[in-house]
């Protein structure tokens, strides 16, 4: 009997080892990044040491797909990802990704994001994965090098494409649009040399990319709305206490929300920067949303029940249908 007792004591005692290793696209210095460096500290301490975070900034552990490679092979336990990645390992999370749902209603879209957390955590949960937070990368434009009035237009140029983005694919394909696929760090210099015409990022990635530089108009239409999320597997989540996660979780949240008003606000700074650099901001008519809905509809009914279920789809539609 007291040796039972022992191994149950030990056991219920037991804490993590060694640090949450987690890979970062974002390099360090930057407001992301000082923001996750505190929450990590945070973490830390509030759980005495028991949860401890090692965090590889700037792509050092290799780009997403690395990452989540590294994850599924035991050597990472954890990394911060964009929606592409997040599809590989949930689809359902790229419904609010789906392009000309929000146009230029970043408001519904951040408030329809808020929604459907608590759904995508349990997508997340499904595929053996913890989601700490969930954040606003921002709304996404293109932009050019050489100047068009409608959606129509757009066909005309070539533009760079995200390979293997089931997303970045379907809108292609609907829209008639000019692909050419390129590796992200290549799209700077084929700008350059005309490789490419056009790209498509938030405003806090064209600056951080410098494709500011070598642009001349941008899209003043929100083709999207990006997410991201930062995950750990569900394997080194469950050897945390109950009180050490609820710890983690009250701090990972207060981070979410300074981390999303950040990013906000330096998307909203990114937009003035290239104002005030004198690239000409586009606008379309009123009568290119009608448009892009059409190719939206055409989206919607490709990618439902292949990348995301009807189920992500009903609760998104929903969410919009509220005021």
Same mark, same amino acid.
């Given at each position: 009997?007291?040796?039972?007792?022992?191994?149950?004591?030990?056991?219920?005692?037991?804490?993590?080892?060694?640090?949450?290793?987690?890979?970062?696209?974002?390099? !360090?210095?930057?407001?992301?990044?000082?923001?996750?460096?505190? %929450?990590?500290?945070?973490?830390?301490?509030?759980?005495?040491?028991?949860?401890?975070?090692?965090?590889?900034?700037?792509?050092?552990?290799?780009?997403?797909?690395?990452?989540?490679?590294?994850?599924?092979?035991?050597?990472?336990?954890?990394?911060?990802?964009?929606?592409?990645?997040?599809?590989?390992?949930?689809?359902?999370?790229?419904?609010? !990704?789906?392009?000309?749902?929000?146009?230029?209603?970043?408001?519904?879209?951040?408030?329809?994001?808020?929604?459907?957390?608590?759904?995508?955590?349990? *997508?997340?949960? !499904?595929?053996?994965?913890?989601?700490?937070?969930?954040?606003?990368?921002?709304?996404?434009?293109?932009?050019?090098?050489?100047?068009?009035? #409608?959606?129509?237009?757009?066909?005309?140029? *070539?533009?760079?494409?995200?390979?293997?983005?089931?997303?970045?694919?379907?809108?292609?394909?609907?829209?008639?649009?000019?692909?050419?696929?390129?590796?992200?760090?290549?799209?700077?210099?084929?700008?350059?040399?005309?490789?490419?015409?056009?790209?498509?990022?938030?405003?806090?990635?064209?600056?951080?990319?410098?494709?500011?530089?070598?642009?001349?108009?941008?899209?003043?239409?929100?083709?999207?709305?990006?997410?991201?999320?930062?995950?750990?597997?569900?394997?080194?989540?469950?050897?945390?206490?109950?009180?050490?996660?609820?710890?983690?979780?009250?701090?990972?949240? *207060?981070?979410?929300?300074?981390?999303?008003?950040?990013?906000?606000? #330096?998307?909203?700074?990114?937009?003035?920067?290239?104002?005030?650099?004198?690239?000409?901001?586009?606008?379309?008519?009123?009568? !290119?949303?009608?448009?892009?809905?059409?190719?939206?509809?055409?989206?919607?009914?490709?990618?439902?029940?292949?990348?995301?279920?009807?189920?992500?789809?009903?609760?998104?539609?929903?969410? %919009?249908?509220? *005021?």
């Amino acid at each position: 009997m007291k040796t039972i007792l022992l191994a149950l004591t030990l056991l219920a005692t037991t804490q993590l080892q060694a640090a949450i290793k987690v890979g970062v696209l974002a390099p !360090e210095g930057t407001g992301w990044a000082k923001n996750i460096k505190l %929450m990590a500290s945070e973490i830390k301490d509030a759980t005495k040491g028991n949860v401890e975070f090692k965090i590889y900034y700037g792509g050092s552990q290799g780009d997403e797909v690395e990452v989540l490679r590294k994850i599924r092979l035991g050597q990472l336990q954890g990394g911060i990802f964009t929606g592409k990645t997040l599809g590989e390992i949930s689809g359902d999370v790229r419904v609010i !990704e789906i392009p000309f749902t929000f146009n230029y209603d970043r408001e519904k879209a951040v408030k329809t994001l808020e929604a459907m957390e608590p759904f995508f955590d349990q *997508k997340f949960a !499904e595929k053996k994965y913890k989601s700490l937070a969930t954040f606003e990368i921002g709304q996404v434009y293109f932009v050019t090098q050489k100047k068009v009035t #409608d959606l129509n237009q757009i066909k005309s140029l *070539k533009i760079w494409s995200w390979d293997g983005d089931p997303i970045v694919t379907n809108m292609f394909e609907a829209m008639n649009l000019n692909g050419v696929p390129l590796a992200l760090p290549d799209v700077l210099q084929s700008l350059s040399t005309g490789v490419i015409d056009a790209a498509y990022a938030p405003p806090i990635g064209m600056i951080a990319l410098q494709w500011n530089t070598k642009v001349k108009y941008m899209i003043d239409f929100p083709v999207s709305f990006s997410i991201g999320a930062f995950v750990i597997t569900s394997n080194i989540w469950n050897k945390v206490s109950p009180a050490d996660q609820k710890a983690t979780m009250d701090i990972a949240k *207060k981070y979410e929300k300074l981390i999303n008003s950040g990013n906000a606000k #330096d998307n909203a700074d990114a937009l003035a920067a290239m104002k005030d650099q004198k690239i000409e901001f586009v606008k379309f008519s009123d009568a !290119e949303v009608k448009v892009a809905k059409t190719y939206r509809d055409a989206m919607v009914k490709k990618l439902t029940g292949k990348l995301f279920s009807a189920d992500s789809l009903k609760r998104l539609n929903a969410e %919009m249908a509220k *005021k």
